[in-house]
DNA sequence: CCGCTATCGTACGGACCCGAACGAATCCGC
DNA sequence: GCGGATTCGTTCGGGTCCGTACGATAGCGG
């Protein structure tokens, strides 16, 4: 248990302390899960498949996208992996010294730089990638097949959501 | 969109490099959308709710188990929050100086450290609180009631594998 | 051409995050 | 009682992570 409460206990106590207050109970709840499931989740996918290769949750994520297309501008990885330049310029630093990834210097627009594995990098993911997509199998296997595909077209509409509130 | 790539562009050219390998693509698209969604809802909540108090994501979930428990033990606040006892030490250390939070040395045993909020942290959550629940409650709002409840089902079975999968 | 503006990647400071190691306190087998 | 094993919170080192600020480059209106 992550807890010593258990969730009947938390959500008892919650109501105790703001059940006189208009909240969304459902919308609490079904975030809370989700961060909870996020984190359990990662955590998992990191120990069981990741430190074995030294590599962090977010350097797989960068080595990922880069395996799935071939190059990629530095801005549009953050984007997709969802953290901020800043924080891939670190990043692309630790996967540079460990001579999985290059930096490839733009010609046409030299503001901009390209990243791209090397093929150590192409090798760890063939061997890597399968062994990570095993540990995701068994995270999801309690879940009904039909359940799960509905969670994550849920999921994905909180995605839009989100995206659309930043304006 | 987070991605110059459509969703569809990534299921494709995720085929075209790993089609030929024995993969469990449902599980592979749950736990994507279920990281993305949970960076999305927590970037969003963060900017939305958090960040006008000058609050962390992780601050804000030691203050609100405190707001509901009154006082735990540190090692239970981590095990709730999800993060280790070395991080604990250090966000603990920034809510104290902050007067929000207050140590309380355990006189029955003298490892323990409970932690408590002040009263300006409990004036704090009855404020802050109902906003952070508003900004939950939008970026949910586009998910039917019943797929909401199917998907909070779902996540907690996950939380259970990985925990399960921990022993 | 030539300022103005926008955008790029990076440097920096501060906070989070973990695993490992540690001193202090407790527990337990004998 | 008491010595070894266990558990506690903290410290330490290294790696994310972000917002801000910066120098460099590109685009654009005049």
Same mark, same amino acid.
């Given at each position: 248990?992550? $807890?010593?409460?258990?969730?009947?206990?938390?959500?008892?106590?919650?109501?105790?302390? *703001?059940?006189?207050? /208009?909240?969304?109970?459902?919308?609490?709840?079904? @975030? +809370?899960?989700?961060?909870? #499931? /996020?984190?359990?989740?990662? /955590?998992? %996918?990191?120990?069981?498949?990741?430190?074995?290769? $030294?590599?962090?949750?977010? =350097?797989?994520?960068?080595?990922?996208?880069?395996?799935?297309?071939?190059?990629?501008?530095? !801005?549009?990885? #953050?984007?997709?992996? =969802?953290? +901020?330049? #800043?924080? @891939?310029?670190?990043?692309?630093?630790? %996967?540079?010294?460990?001579?999985?990834?290059?930096? %490839?210097?733009?010609?046409? $627009? !030299?503001?901009? *730089?390209?990243?791209?594995?090397?093929?150590?990098?192409?090798?760890?993911?063939? &061997?890597?990638?399968?062994?990570?997509?095993?540990?995701?199998?068994?995270?999801?296997? #309690? &879940?009904? =097949?039909?359940? %799960?595909?509905?969670?994550?077209? +849920?999921? !994905?509409?909180? &995605?839009?959501?989100?995206?659309?509130?930043? $304006?």
């Amino acid at each position: 248990m992550p $807890d010593q409460h258990t969730l009947e206990e938390t959500e008892r106590a919650t109501s105790d302390r *703001v059940g006189h207050l /208009a909240l969304n109970y459902p919308a609490a709840h079904a @975030l +809370s899960s989700l961060y909870r #499931a /996020a984190n359990a989740a990662r /955590a998992h %996918l990191t120990r069981t498949a990741l430190r074995p290769h $030294d590599l962090t949750w977010t =350097g797989f994520l960068v080595l990922w996208l880069l395996w799935i297309w071939d190059r990629m501008e530095t !801005r549009r990885v #953050a984007e997709s992996v =969802g953290i +901020s330049k #800043a924080t @891939l310029t670190g990043v692309t630093s630790t %996967l540079v010294r460990r001579g999985l990834v290059e930096r %490839l210097p733009s010609l046409q $627009d !030299r503001r901009l *730089v390209e990243l791209t594995l090397t093929p150590a990098g192409r090798e760890l993911m063939v &061997v890597l990638y399968p062994q990570f997509n095993g540990a995701e199998a068994q995270l999801v296997a #309690a &879940v009904p =097949g039909e359940a %799960l595909a509905t969670m994550t077209t +849920s999921l !994905r509409q909180i &995605v839009t959501t989100a995206e659309a509130l930043e $304006d």
